[in-house]
Structures are given as C-alpha cells and as structure tokens.
C-alpha cells in the first residue's frame, strides 16, 4: 500500500486523537515525526504510539525530509505560520481550526497553499460525525426539497476558564465557529447576514472578559434560507449538539449520541442516560473519519472535503457575529471583507 | 350543581368546538343561545346538540337573560365591540383570539370590561395543552433554574388562502400569536425586544399581500432570557408545535403528538406515523381544558389563567414583529405601545 | 338520523364510560332506560347523563318497549344469562367481557342468539386501541408477511383483591383474556396450544386463593406462527401494554401511551412521564370507538367486528393457559372443547 | 507498563477483531504470534498488524515461550483440546464460545484450566457491550428489585447456510447460547428449566438439516424468577437484539444501537435507520471491552467476568432446550448433567 508519511505538530490533547487515529486506524497513514514545546509531553506520545522521531521544534518536523504532510495542532495564534512554512517546504497541510482570528492572515496562509499548490484541509470535524453527515445526504439527495428553515442547537457542558476568551477570540471564534460552518455545510449556500441577540447568563467573568456566554444567532443564507444557531456555555445535561433542517419536501433533524440506550421505569417516571459528555466522546468517530479522509485524498489526489476557504468563511462569519453583538443590527457578511 | 348558562356568538368552526365541549364535557355549563349571522348554519350546530335558542343577531345572545356568560368566536374584527357590549350588558366573556389588530381599539374593550366588573378570558387554548402545560410546570417548580433560551418551533401543514393575510393582520397576528404568548407563558417574564427575519418562501402570492410565510423571531425577555421562535405556513409532514427551555439547572422539550404510538421495521428503515395534522387534533384537549377552566373560574369567582392584558400583549410583540420586518432591525415593545 | 334507542344493564365502572361515550360521542345513539341493583347509584349516573329512566331490574331495561339494544356491563356471572333474555327479547346486544367462564354457557348464550337472529358484539375494546389498530392493519396490508413472532406485554399497575380471583375466574380469565383476544386478532389465526410458565411473585396472597400473578404464556398458531404473552398483576411504573409482531417482511411494535411527550434533561438523566395509569386512561378511546362501531353496525346492520365467537375462543384459550399451568405441559385448545 | 504478550490462534473473523483490539486499543497487549491452517490468510493479518511471528501450526502458539496468554479463534470442534493443551502448557486462555457442545469435554477442557492453575475466560461478549451492561448494573443496583421476568429478542439477519447448523450445534448452541448467558448474567440465577417451542419458517432447508430458525424459548430461574427468549434466524430490518428486566421495583429494557439517531418526516411518515446489521457492528465495542478486561484481568491477577463453568452453563442450557424440541415438553437442567 501506499503510505502517506505524516508529521504532527502539537501533541496536546487534539494531538494525540490525530496521532490515535492515524496510528491505530489509518493503514494508509505512517507518522513519522512528532513535535511540541512540551519536548516532555512530546516524548511520551510519541512512545506509547511507537513514533521514534521527535522534536521540541515545529520547523524540523516540517523540514522532515520524510515528511509529506503536517498536521497542525497547536495554538491558534501559530495555525497561520506553520501553514505558510509547510506550503513553502511543499508540504500537505491538515490545520485545526480555526486557521487564524485575522482575515489578512488567513488570506496569507491561503496565498502560501495556493502558491505551493498543496493541499490544505481545515479541521472541521463535524461534518464527518455520521448524523449530520446523514442530514447532509437527505438535503443533497433533495429529500428535504428547497432549504427553508436550518436549526442548530449548540450548547457545551461547562464554560472554559473566562480568560480563554481573549486568546480563542471569543465564543464565536472558537465554540460557534463549528456551527457556522455546519449551516454552511448543510444548507449548501454561503451566509450572507448574520444578527445575534447574546447574554452572559452563565458567569459574570466571562462578560468582563467582553465575551459572552448565551447566544441566539440568526443568519440568512444567498439562497434565501434562514437559519438560527443557539448556543450556551453550559449545560448542565451535558454537550448538546442538534441540527435540523426543514425544507419544502420534508424536514430531517438529528439528536444528540447516548452512551447507551437504556430505559428505567420506575415508580417516578421513565429515566435514560445523559448525552455523551463532551466532543472527545460525542465525535470520535468524526475525528477518525476526518483523518482518514484527509490521508485517503492525499495519497490519490482527490479534493479535500473541507478547504482552506472554508476555513476563512467560517471566521468572516464569527466577526460578523461579534460586529452584530457590539452594534446591536443586523451585519451583512459583505461589511466584513 | 350550580351551572353557568352560556350564549356562544358564531358557530363556525372553532365555535362548533367549544359547544361540543360545553355539551359533552362540561357538567358546570349549560349552552342556552347561540347566533350567528349565517343562521341555517347556527341552526344546524344548534339542533346537533340539543341547543333550543338560536339567532343570527350576537345582540340577541348578549341580551338573552338567561346568559350568564358569553363565548365570543365570531371573525377577529368584531371581537372588540362585543366584548365590550357584553361588559356593559354584565356578562362574562371568553373571547378567541387575538382581540384585535388595533392596540386602542383592544385597550378600549379592557377598559369597558374593567369598568363593568366582569371576568374576561382570551382563549390561548396552548396553554391547555398537555405538553406545554407539564413544560410550563417544570419552569415553575424550579426544574429548569433561571431560563436561558426559549425554543418553539411552529409550523402550520399548509398556508390560509393568501388574501386571508389581509383580513387576519398577517402571519404574526393569526398564526405567531399563540407562539408569542406562549413565549411569555413559559419564560414567566414579558418579551422586551423582538428581531424577525422572514421570507417568503412557502407561496408568492402570500407575499405579494405584503405578508411572509417562514420566519425567525428572536425574542428578548424582561428577566434576561433570550428566545426564538421558527415559523413556517407549509410543513408538508403536518403540524408541528414544539417547545424548548433551557436554563441554568436543565432543559426540558416537548415533542409533537402522534395519532398512534408504532415503529414499522421494514428492510428499508424505520417508519412511524405522522404528527397530528392540525389545530383542531393536535389541541382537541387543550380546547376541552380552556372551557372547563373557564366556567369553573366564573362559577367559583376565580382568578381567569389568561387576562385580556395577556390577549393585548401579544399583539404588541406582533406588531412589534412586523415593524422589525419593515425596518429591519430589533423593534423594543416600548416603542409600540 | 337513524337513531339507536339503547338500554345499559350495570352502572358502575364501565357501565358509566358506555354511557358517557353513547351520550356525549354517539349521535346515533340515545340512551333511554339503565338498570343496577344498587339503584340509588344508578339513578345518580342516569342524572348526570340526563337519561329519565331507572330501573333496579334489568329485566325492565330488556323488556322496555323502546329499547332496540341491550349494553350489558353487570358481573361477568350474568352476562350469559342477560344475553339469551334479551337475544330472547329480540334485542340487540352488547356484552362486556367474558361471555362466562363455562364453555358450555357460553355456547348456550350463543345458540340463543344465533337463534333470534339478533346481533352480540363482545367487549373487547383493545382491537379499537388506534395503536393496536395501527398493528393490525399493517399486519391486514401484507406489511409484515408471514406472521412469525407475535409477543404480547401486558402488566396491571396492581392486583385486584386476592379475593376476586374466585369470582374472576383468575388471571386469565379477567386480564389475560385481553390478551388471549389481541393475540387471535393480530395474527389473524387461531391458538391451538397454550403452555404457561407462571408464578406468584406480586402477592402471596394471590397464591393461596389459588391464582397466579406472574406468567409467560407460549402460544402457538394454525397457521404456523408463534407468539408469548407476559403478564404481570404490578408494575410498579403504571399500565405496560405492548404489542409487537414479527414476520419475514418486517416488525411492527407498539409502544405505550404517555399523557404527554416531553423530555426532561437534567444533571443526574433524562426524564419523561410514565405511561397512562390504567385502562381508563389508556382505553378512553378504544371505549369510545367501539361504541360507536356496535351503534354504527346495528343501525346499518352491518357484521360485527368482534363476534359472540370471539368471546368463546378466548375462553378457550384461558381454559388451556389454566389447565398448563396445572398440568405443567403444553395443552392443546382441542383439548378443552 | 507491563505487557501482556499474547499469541492468537485462528485468523478469521473474530480472530483478526481480537488481534486489531490487541494491538491498536491495549496497550497492555502485544500479539507476539499468530496461527492458522489456513497460512497464507495467516501472513496477510499478521502483516496489517505487524505481527512478526506466524504459524501454521497452533500449537507453535501454544508453546511459543514468549507467549503468556493464548486466544482461541479457531472452530468450535478444536476449543476444548486448545485448552487442555493450553493449560498444561500454563498459559492463561481467552476461547470463543461455546467451549464445546459435549458436556464431558468441556468438563475434561475446565479440569485441565483447574489443575494448571491458569485462567480462562469463555468469549460471551455481550455482557461488555454498554446497552446490557447498564441493564445488569441497574439489577445489581436493586433499581430494579427482585427480578420477575426476563425478556431477550435476539434476532439474527439472514441465517446461515443450512449445513452449518451440522457443525455448529444448532442454532441454540451457535445463537442461542448467547442469549442463554446473557439470561444467566442478567438475572444473576441460574436456569433450572427449558421450554421451547421452535418452528422452521425462515429457510426449509434449516428443517431438513435437523433444526429449526424461530423459537419461543421460556426459562425458569432458581430465584424464582421467569423469563422468555425469541429467536429467528432472519429479520429483514437487521440485527435486532434487546433485553427487558421487569421486577418489584420497576423496569428497564435496552433498545438496538443505530449508525444515527436522525429522523426524517416527510409527507408519507417518518422515518429513521435500521439498526447496526450485524454483530460485527453492533458489538464492536463489547469485543474490544471484553479483550481489554481479559488483559487486564491477567495482567494484575484479578478474577475473570466470565468464567469457564458460564461457558458450561450455557451448554446444559442449550442441550435441555434441544431436548425440549425433541420431546415437546418442559425440560429441567438437571436432567442434563
């Protein structure tokens, strides 16, 4: 078989899921070199997956001469960079998203790929997660008819640290990015406006860290759809993660996964088990189909599912979220460009 | 028994409803005039259930001496001047909704039965409805924590007739209202601020009478809650009515209703029935539930559970909604009134 | 409108729920005499239906000129008994379940209708149940193929007074029979064996008056399809009354009815309601549909969907589970005609 | 850590899922050698898994001096005279199940497990799967209270070859045997007797051969408690395998697992996936589990979940539901032995 030797940037914990992945399922896949500044955490990784090659510095993976393709999984602030200086070295690039916080910079980094003629694919691992891969396939296989109405529900079990806010970029950089770019994915059209009514009901630090907690997010679609994001910080029940999608034929929506599906009757009432907590469980298996995907179309030449573009139109959304929050109006994605 | 003796004003088909349950299902209430001015058809409803009294003039059942209490389903435009002549007349009033288009003419008729001393209930027969009512009851018992984010979706099987638009004050008048207060039933708190992206999607002709037919409405509570509330006029898969709260110590939803409760396992996929097609399945019980809460409260001198002032805010988010589809921009309710 | 002039025997539990529905949903139907030996409460039910005639002997609800149809709700020891008078009477009739506890009672009751050409319809609601229906006529539509599995839940909330198994007949007899008739009716063929697995589990007391509580009852079909009953006298989680079939083109199943259909997501599960109570509850509907087919069929005089036959084969069947459970073996039905 | 190095013999199926368990999700494990009749097929699994040492030979396995612990994937004819070998040979034993359809050898095979001293777990997967894992939690739990009565549908695809039930035992030894175990487990007593009543409905063939595909299988436990299975060997909708534990204090039942948990409502209905089809993907995770409890069991000295006296067990259970075939009548367990 013909292997795709891979180098991976970062070994924090999205680190080692690619690793697992690549390591443990990914035939086509050989990671060959690992790095991080965490030389200590770098090590380990590399040795219960059985990686003999690691470096405390990003550039001597990208530079491996074995190398073929990176995967960048380190701080967002690096994303940028580390793509430009894989392109440049002629190396496939898999990047976490988001690709940068700054339209400029992301627009640089496409620049590099497009120049290189690389490939690049941003990780936006949803799409792979088989119900809303399946919601996809009813809307392109035209069972839900013309899109009208997408709904995504979007709430994570517990806030992070108030202070992560100014590094992520916010809320909407870092949590809603991935429904900004499942609306897209799913209806099939570009976003064109975007107006959110927010709150910070969840924790007071996270307001005066000027971010916010709760949010509803209404956006417009170039093909005359509407949609509506809801978003919380935190749900007691656990991560929840709905889509809906309702068009002129029909309407197909996807629940969140179980750990199991047990029902107890009892002399109260009827109880089952809580959601899957959080991403690591709930897209597992999202995570490995990505990867696999990503080294299956390296290694025959095939398009990327997810592009580089798709990466910057997630991010010119989530500003446009933020400039609706700070002028309280409507905002026309056209105004952030 | 002391029974509460009933006159019902228009015998169309949601006055052919409230009889049947007066008849049947109330032991408190007798029904002893009905009018309308299609007296054949008043005629008719009449005999079916044993009703001696009829006549075509509404004036005649205000008047009757015998009527106690005065059910008032005739069109949206008369609702106003008989409640207020059924005031002065002394009667108690249950009035469809809404009570009018206009916010004068509606504070006109509160005022007349204010003045007059008499009880008067708006018939937002949702609140009735089981599921709703459960959801209602887990916010008041504490399930839920302080409310987040309100969720309904509300969709109708297929559009009115386009010019009905224009009669009916448009989609957020006759078919949004009963979202709107039930916005405010469930969240406990008034809605402060409403922003509407509609479109037109369903039926050009709806648009053309200057009404929409498919919207997001995100909703903004006096308590801090946000919500949202996604319309359509055509779900080709029926009726579908679902609430969602979400707050700081859990979420409850409660899903449509279904005539039968079977899966089908065939070598294709599963299969189930579809939701209850319209109004008059899906709330049968919810109707039943209003007329016995409404005479049991005027015979025993209680508390009405929906006021006129209910019925008049309502229309202020709907008049506030459609003001944010003409400006589009979010619309205060302080700005309507 | 044909109207149908009804006599009902009996006015207790089910006796009432009859002549609610004749009253209140039959407009076919009117009731103009009930008998009970307890006549102080008949006469409080034939007030509060506005029914003018009572009777303490059923003999005068039989023979009063001016019924046509004859509801028979007393103890199952005077059905056959009130079924041969008014079959003798010329009037139609309909008999709650079970005919009698004696094959040849039964037969009896039968030959004295066959005799005098009138119609008997017998009492068993579930057919009407809109879920068991549902089942039904997927199995009718050739959905299912070949009926393989048929398999039967059917569990009480609580058990009646030890005592009552004597006059009952016992489990079988009294609950199982349900069951026995549901099982006949979906599988569309008749029971030629019956073997009985069955315990006293729920009460002791239940035991000693020589009855059981707890069973798994195999059935076997002419037409070559098997099927299993469990039944229980407790469920401590309400009424559990499910039906599932199995076949070589797919499954069917039907769950419970819950009073309403939300969901509640808190920190330790998610939590729904239980299903309806008790039969009452459950069967509201199927009480009324059948009511309204017996009415429906006699005015029209068409066939009968459940036929004195019917009640006498699951009598059978009851006679075998009882005899299996002596015997310890399979008993074949031909064994107890 | 420290490893436990294992050597795997049989190749197929199951044997290459145990191997990519061991290798990619065990980190404790390391498969230092393979063997199979079959060579060739041997080579290519060892190779994708980078198992260096192959044999044709099992019991190179066996002997292999690095080989502390031997698992047993070859035909069900081979298992016990593996263990015995094993054994003397003191390496610990993982064997698919059944051990043997011969109650002498299979004694013989847990005579030699005992006089070495060694460990032996029986390959009864389902008890890790998390659906009937929570299930027993729950009993353990007393959320259930004392058992009553225990429900298992277990229905397979599509049947195998009719020849293979020869080889196999049948299908209460090839299929059934599961379930037997899973009733043992769940209720946690013992099966004191077996009534079956089979037919041939799915493949004529199956007849011929001397068994049967559709059975109604009723046990009786030493606690008491009852309990039913339902077989068939084909169900055109997929793998259909749930259980129900009902008892004093309530009841909990486990549903199929899905691919997705989407729902699409159209105009005709709605409409959801078919189960996951096979036990390959339904108990994926149950393999992996009950792999990586083996190990770990090994590793640290611990008890094992399922011992060789289950896989016995579950024999006698199948061999007295085959004599229940045969002589149509209940059968005690302890007339097996």
């Known amino acids: 078989m013909n292997k795709l030797k891979l180098g991976v940037i970062g070994t924090g914990r999205i680190g080692k899921v690619h690793i697992a992945t690549l390591v443990q399922n990914v035939p086509q896949a050989e990671v060959v070199a690992v790095a991080d500044v965490n030389l200590a955490g770098a090590i380990e990784v590399a040795n219960s997956f059985g990686i003999s090659t690691v470096f405390s510095n990003y550039k001597d993976v990208i530079n491996h001469p074995e190398v073929e393709a990176v995967v960048i999984c380190s701080p967002t602030d690096t994303h940028a960079q580390y793509i430009v200086e894989a392109a440049q070295a002629g190396k496939h690039i898999f990047c976490e998203k988001p690709v940068d916080l700054s339209l400029p910079v992301i627009q640089g980094a ?13 990780g936006f691992n949803r799409r792979f997660d088989p119900n809303f891969a399946k919601i996809k396939q009813l809307v392109v296989d035209g069972k839900i008819g013309d899109p009208h109405i997408l709904k995504i529900t979007s709430r994570d079990p517990a806030p992070p ?15 809603t990015i991935h429904d900004f770019d499942m609306a897209r994915y799913i209806v099939g059209s570009e976003v ?64 969140n ?24 469980d709930r897209y597992l298996e999202a995570y490995a189909n990505e990867m696999k995907i990503f080294c299956h179309a390296v290694v025959n030449n095939l398009p990327l599912q997810v592009s580089g573009d798709d990466g910057l139109k997630s991010v ?18 056209s105004e952030i460009r």
């Open 110 to 122: 496409l620049d590099a790929v497009a120049k290189a003629g690389v490939k690049l694919m941003v």
């Open 161 to 175: 640290p108030a202070e992560y806010s100014a590094v992520s970029g916010g809320m909407f950089m870092d949590m």
């Open 192 to 255: 064109t406006e975007v107006y959110v009514k927010s709150a910070v009901l969840v924790d007071e630090a996270i307001g005066k860290a000027g971010d916010v907690d709760t949010a509803i997010i209404t956006l417009t679609f170039a093909n005359g759809a509407i949609g509506v994001i809801d978003n919380s910080r935190k749900a007691v029940y656990g991560y929840d993660q709905r889509v809906e999608i309702f068009g002129s034929k029909g309407m197909a929506c996807a629940d």
């Open 257 to 280: 996964n179980y750990p199991d599906n047990h029902r107890y009757f009892a002399g109260d009432g009827v109880h089952g088990s809580l959601p899957l907590n959080f991403f690591m």
């Open 316 to 333: 010119v959304i989530a500003l446009a979220a933020k400039k609706s929050v700070l002028e309280q109006r409507p905002v026309k994605t």
